[in-house]
């Protein structure tokens, strides 16, 4: 049998034999279905882009119904396991684990690049006291371009990877200066000593001690968070990098509008929102009487469902075993009660269970965060610090995948037909 897909436009009785590559039919392919010449031609109509394939990949799988997530084809169980956040982000930009010489060139050119432009400082102080840390991030990340005009060179390989190690070093700085911001502390420099995970922590929360020791429970659980959050292949934010890069902004810029859409609270800003739901229900009393607001469709139970996952969410397993390591050094989160018991009704309720709504990675993370003392603010930058990998590694692939054109769908007018302007004082 022919690998073509036969289609019989009824309104003219003609059939069209389609190609099919990849189990997908080109849409383009649909353009010669028209009842008659003058027609643009037949285009498919898909909100939300729920079954439409946007690009080639070869960076992340993911298989909904088996709750299968892979980087480069290791699963991501292993890698949390068994490698670091760093050594991970090497392998999604070049799809392959480094050597051990690599590995250690790679670490050494990250921690290279940590510091950022004093300006930038001068540029976090004219925020408000108390603006949002993600708002900033999302700003200062935007100012970046100002620094590095090279980046607009984004044809250019080796220029693009020089850009995307500077935004790997750098993001995690610009989100200390946040937290320092929002705190009234001041900024703290990288410490080149420690690794990035490690480092981070320091810049968030060195005081007045001349060397942050941070708990190497902490550090391997933000490795382990970070790992599982660097990459999701094309979800709403990686699809707004690529389209922002396919007009050939540069980098900084394009991660900025990435960061936009991650702040979202139905996608990475349902950390934060999850956490605002836990303190709202405020004890396990209160559950069932928010579980019923959810089911009269008051509310959305935030940190469950996915587009992709129609099982539990394999990071979201991962997430809650840390959870319990996190624990043991800083107190168990009280607030986990509360996310147990909404997991398990929800595990058993048919409202839950025909929708095939399950916990995501955003329904226990928040619960980490909190206990190693951020706020609640902080949760989105918390996912785009290590998202900006995953970003990068889409872009990166976008610009050098020539199939590729800028990003510029098509839409169903159902706006007024042509009408002839009326002077405003015979308005009625
Ligand atoms: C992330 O795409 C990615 O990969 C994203 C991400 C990544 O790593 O990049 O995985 C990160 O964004 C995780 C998702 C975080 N968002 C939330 O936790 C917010 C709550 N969840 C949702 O709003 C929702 O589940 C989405 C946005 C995640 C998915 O939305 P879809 O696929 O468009 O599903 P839908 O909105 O069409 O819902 C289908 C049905 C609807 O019910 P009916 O109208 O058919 O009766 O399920 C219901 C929805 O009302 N539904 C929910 C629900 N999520 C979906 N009902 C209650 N609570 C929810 N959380």
Known sequence: MPDTLTITDNRTGKTYDLPITDDTIRAMDLRQIKVSPEDFGMMSFDPGYVNTASTRSAITYIDGKKGILRYRGYPIEQLAQQSDFIEVAYLLLHGELPTATQLEDWRETIRNHTLVHENIKKQMEAFRYDAHPMGMWISTVAALSTFYPEAKNVRDADNRMVQIRRLIAKAPTIAAFTYRHLQGYPYN????????????????????????????????????????????????????????????????????????????????????????????????????????????????????????????????????????????????????????????????????????????????????????????????????????????????????????????????????????????????
């Not at 303190?279 to 509310?299: C, L, M, S, W």
């Not at 009660?337 to 009704?345: N, P, S, V, W």
Request: one cysteine or more; a negative charge; proline letters at 5%.
């Open 189 to 428: 420099s990288p410490d080149n000593d420690l690794s990035y995970t490690a480092n981070f922590l320091s810049m968030m929360f060195r005081m007045t001690e001349p060397k942050y020791e941070p708990h190497p429970a902490l550090v391997k659980a933000l490795d382990v968070l970070f790992i599982l959050h660097a990459d999701h292949e094309q979800n709403c934010s990686a699809s707004a990098m690529r389209a922002i890069g396919s007009s050939e902004a540069d980098c900084y810029s394009a991660l900025a509008g990435a960061a936009a859409a991650l702040y979202g609270p139905l996608h990475g800003g349902a950390n934060e929102a999850v956490l605002r739901m836990l303190t709202e229900i405020g004890d396990v009393k209160n559950v069932p009487a928010h579980i019923e607001r959810v089911k009269q469709g008051e509310v959305r139970l935030m940190g469950f469902g996915h587009r992709v996952y129609k099982n539990y969410d394999p990071r979201a397993k991962i997430i809650k075993q840390t959870a319990d390591e996190v624990f043991e050094v800083t107190g168990r989160n009280p607030m986990l009660d509360i996310a147990l018991e909404l997991e398990r009704i929800a595990l058993e309720d048919d409202y839950f269970v025909e929708r095939k709504l399950y916990p995501n990675v955003d329904f226990y993370s928040g619960l980490i965060y909190e206990a190693m003392g951020l706020s609640v603010r902080m949760f989105p930058v918390m996912f785009a610090i290590p998202r900006t990998v995953g970003w990068l590694a889409q872009w990166n692939e976008h610009m050098a995948d020539e199939a590729q054109r800028i990003a510029r769908p098509r839409q169903i007018y159902t706006g007024a037909g042509e009408r002839d302007y009326i002077p405003v004082e015979n308005r009625g």
